[in-house]
């Protein structure tokens, strides 16, 4: 681990602040060889459409994309938990060869009598996409008989990347909203939530809020979602879009059908959910009682935290932190929450962040930071060793890195388990990373031989 | 109630797996590949599969997995992977600097009909192999067989791709492990040695996946079969393949390519099957038991006697892979509990045969089921309750819902840590495993013990 050479064509698509000219390479595809991070298109899509819980997901193809899937992203339920089952074609070699239109339709018409579920998706893998299953024919033939939407979501792993997957999720809600477009009346003073997948309860957290604001949710997509909510969603007066990658398209969708308009935002960290009420409050300006109720609950918000966040800043001012996450908009949060905390971020990426993303990140960071588009591992080693950094931010993959290297970690990604939304999601934040980066743990790490090679090399 | 899905009523299901209890080849070849010393395992497809893949045995291993992938593209699976393959060869050869690369390939690549061979052979004409290093590949179909194939076929690919006859035997011994935790390798190999023979354990994940923390992040760590130690399997005076499903094939090749004599054994779970493991290799190298071997076989029939009446008549549902249930059925069997329900998701006729020749004598039925899923199982249990479950991590939905004492076994195991360094092999394993049973069974007898017969002593 002295030298790790960085991979010559990806120099592009790594940037130092203030060494480097700006012109961050990304939006392409991961080099062949590499040892990404990244996922694929059907990854994208399990993970937007997954939290519906009253709808079936049958996963077209052989047994492994649905046994990786099953129940790893802990999307709640206040209610049903169908979308916690596992169900696959699990194609075999036959049915390579004569094709699993057939299997698909049967095992369509089985579970739907079984579950009733309000909707079935039908998610297309790789080799449905080689042996050329009819699959949107099937869905159609199926919802003729049975009376609910049957939606084919269009994922095959090599068609792009986990993004394009959010854009095939995106398609199959819009069809989903689509096939029940009556000529409702707009609900006054409404949003829904685009891009929240209730983790952790993070859904139920936002959704309080804007109860308090005196703001009507329609439909959350997809936390804590329910196909009625969804179908219902043409009603809302304003998309109020979570996440920077995932559900835009949906939002753009909705905005040219019925002139929903949409904004993007952040629940992550106090600045940003603050921006987040306030941003909506604004929008509903013609009802001033909004913004009123509004300015209180952020001011008792903040009041209450306050005096930890504090506490705990107080050990962690100075502390360095490295970021890798899947989208860029996530970065930016972070980057401002990690401040709040009197730390420096000393390393950045993503792995899906297009160039506008990388630009601001540039401009949010330090001189020195490093930042970094689709990373390996070797990459994320060697710029947390050079850094330094007390803390890692990431996902499953990176953890066990970081703690390799003998330094704390938080998990921003699927797996974490208590909410980091919102106000009081800043305050378990807090509490996380400082119990992480002041562990006792760490003192009996060999880090000290760790960091004289570290010296010796700079 | 998570598994409020599960219903009661059996119904024949053709066209569907529910729950699955195993999932695709290629994470089994991954996981073999690991085996070897400097290795970089490279999945031969979409990004999304070697990222789940990683993301898997991460959080079974905790430790860091690494693998390259050939990032298919819409392109590449119209015209054939080969250019991706060959640029991901250069790649890590030239990055990653690994002594091998051990490509596998998925359901993607098998359907367009590349041939792994043939561009691994172009790759080496073409320049692209660096003297000295290697490209192994095996064919790892994810519409054909599970996890455990997969870990076959890398294995016998291994063999076949580096073994060599010299003509003079070198006195060692070929172990193939199957498919097992790093601290099954490690047990096995210490017990061969403990007989006075010298072993080449293939693969052997054992200081690869349960290495130590240094403080260091080494992407290649020090354990793992080297390429000579696979170049000298032709030479061995004899193979035992541990396992029909995981171990049989590789062993087979060396005998019939070598004509180094196999035998197929049981996983020596348990102390049966431990018994005839250490008996075939007593006969096969000439040797005797030593004392310490003899004494730790004491040892387990000494907390087997202690203990045996609390495993009277307690009846077990299990699931995991064919090898290793085969001997835990027979274990069980021999300290008078009852395996009632036993469910692989593995096919094979074999599965059945075996438990069915252990069992048809009992004087109770005994449901078994090659290429089953942990939702029929559910519904056996829903049916004839048990007192004990054994799966892995997806048992626990069943153990929650109708509150069964569970132990964790088998591949993955996603919630609990202890599995890759404490062995459930051979003597000692066969004691960590009594001590797993009897502390569910037992602390369910504290937990419902009335206060009056609430007992101190057991």
């Known amino acids: 681990m002295e030298t790790i050479s960085v991979l010559e064509d990806r120099k592009n698509q790594i940037y130092r602040k203030g060494q480097d000219s700006f012109d961050i390479s990304c939006e392409k595809k991961s080099l062949a060889g590499a040892v990404s991070q990244r996922a694929c298109v059907f990854c994208g899509s399990r993970v937007v459409l997954y939290p519906i819980a009253d709808a079936l997901h049958l996963i077209h193809g052989p047994i492994g994309c649905a046994s990786y899937t099953w129940d790893i992203r802990g999307a709640l339920s206040s209610g049903p938990e169908l979308h916690r089952m596992s169900f696959s074609t699990d194609l075999s070699e036959t049915d390579i060869v004569f094709g699993g239109e057939k299997k698909l339709e049967k095992a369509l018409f089985e579970l739907i009598e079984e579950y009733e579920p309000k909707a079935a998706f039908v998610y297309c893998t790789c080799i449905v996409g080689i042996i050329g299953d009819d699959v949107e024919a099937v869905c159609k033939k199926v919802a003729a008989k049975v009376g609910i939407p049957v939606l084919p979501v269009h994922s095959e792993g090599f068609k792009g990347t986990k993004k394009d997957g959010y854009k095939a999720a995106c398609d199959a809600l819009f069809k989903l909203i689509e096939l029940n477009r009556k000529p409702e009346k707009q609900i006054p003073l409404s949003i829904n939530i685009l891009g929240e997948f209730n983790i952790g309860g993070e859904t139920w957290i936002i959704k309080e809020y804007y109860r308090r604001m005196g703001i009507e949710v329609v439909a959350v997509m997809t936390g804590d979602g329910r196909v009625a909510e969804v179908q219902s969603a043409h009603r809302a007066c304003l998309n109020v879009v979570q996440c920077s990658g995932s559900l835009t398209y949906l939002a753009k969708d909705m905005e040219k059908a019925y002139g929903i308009p949409y904004i993007r935002v952040s629940y992550f960290g106090i600045e940003d959910t603050s921006d987040a009420l306030y941003d909506v409050a604004a929008f509903f300006e013609d009802t001033p009682k909004i913004m009123e109720r509004t300015k209180t609950l952020v001011q008792e918000e903040v009041k209450t935290i306050l005096p930890e966040l504090s506490a705990l800043k107080k050990d962690l001012t100075g502390k360095r932190a490295a970021i890798y996450v899947g989208g860029a908009f996530k970065a930016f949060s972070l980057i401002k929450a990690l401040k709040h905390l009197g730390m420096a971020v000393v390393l950045v990426g993503s792995q899906t962040g297009n160039k506008d993303d990388y630009a601001l990140l540039r401009e949010m960071c330090d001189p020195g930071t490093v930042i970094l588009d689709d990373a390996n591992p070797l990459e994320l080693a060697k710029y947390v060793m050079e850094k330094d950094a007390h803390l890692f931010i990431g996902g499953v993959k990176e953890r066990p890195i970081a703690y390799k290297l003998g330094i704390g970690f938080c998990d921003h990604n699927h797996e974490r388990k208590i909410p980091l939304v919102g106000f009081e999601g800043m305050e378990n934040f807090a509490r996380e990373v400082h119990e992480t980066v002041t562990s006792p743990v760490w003192d009996l790490v060999p880090r000290k031989a760790f960091n004289r090679a570290i010296s010796k090399k700079g | ?458």
């Open chain 2, 1 to 458: 109630m998570l598994l409020r899905h599960t219903n009661k009523e059996i119904k024949p299901r053709k066209a569907l797996t529910v729950n699955p209890a195993k999932t695709c080849q290629p994470i089994g070849a991954m996981y073999a590949s690991l085996g070897i010393h400097n290795c970089l395992p490279h999945s031969h497809g979409s990004q999304g599969c070697c990222a789940y893949h990683r993301s898997a045995l991460t959080r079974h291993f905790r430790e860091p997995v690494m693998a390259a992938t050939s990032s298919f593209t819409e392109g590449s699976s119209v015209f054939g992977g080969q250019a991706n393959l060959v640029q991901a060869i250069n790649t890590i050869f030239t990055t990653y600097e690994p002594d091998i690369i051990a490509v596998h390939t998925t359901c993607l690549s098998e359907t367009i009909g590349d041939d792994v061979n043939q561009i691994a052979i172009k790759a080496v004409k073409d320049g692209k192999v660096p003297e000295g290093k290697h490209v192994i590949h095996a064919s790892t179909p994810s519409y054909v067989g599970s996890h455990v194939t997969g870990f076959s076929n890398m294995t016998k690919a291994m063999a076949m791709y580096f073994s060599k006859s010299t003509g003079t035997p070198n006195g060692k011994f070929n172990i193939i492990p199957g498919y097992v935790e790093p601290s099954d390798m490690a047990e096995i190999k210490r017990l061969v040695k403990g007989m006075g023979i010298t072993p080449i354990l293939f693969p052997d994940t054992s200081n690869v996946l349960n290495g130590p923390m240094t403080g260091k992040y080494n992407m290649y760590p020090d354990g793992g079969v080297t390429a000579e130690e696979l170049t000298a399997t032709g030479d061995s005076i004899g193979t035992i393949a541990l396992g029909a499903t995981a171990s049989a094939d590789a062993a087979r090749a060396l005998d019939t390519r070598w004509k180094v004599p196999c035998q197929v054994q049981d996983l020596p779970i348990g102390l049966g099957a431990t018994d005839r493991f250490i008996d075939a290799l007593r006969k096969a190298a000439g040797v005797s038991v030593p004392d310490s071997i003899t004494g730790e076989r004491g040892q387990l029939l000494d907390i087997i006697t202690d203990m045996h009446q609390y495993f009277y008549g307690k009846k077990v549902a299990l699931a995991g892979d064919p090898d290793h249930l085969i001997p835990l059925v027979e274990f069980l069997l021999s300290i008078d509990m009852m395996p009632v329900h036993i469910v692989t998701g593995t096919p094979g006729k074999n599965f059945e045969k075996r438990i069915r020749e252990m069992t048809d004598h009992l004087p109770y039925p005994v449901n078994v089921k090659a290429g089953g899923d942990l939702f029929q199982l559910h519904q056996w249990i829903k049916n004839e309750p048990v007192d004990l479950l054994m799966a892995n991590t997806y048992g626990k939905y069943m153990a929650k819902d109708d509150d069964i004492p569970f132990v964790r076994m088998g591949f993955p195991i996603l919630d609990r840590v202890g599995h890759s360094y404490f062995p459930t092999v051979c003597y000692k394993g066969g004691i960590r495993l009594l001590e797993k049973i009897l502390d569910a069974l037992l602390d369910r007898l504290d937990r419902d013990a009335p206060e009056e017969s609430f007992e101190l002593v057991l």
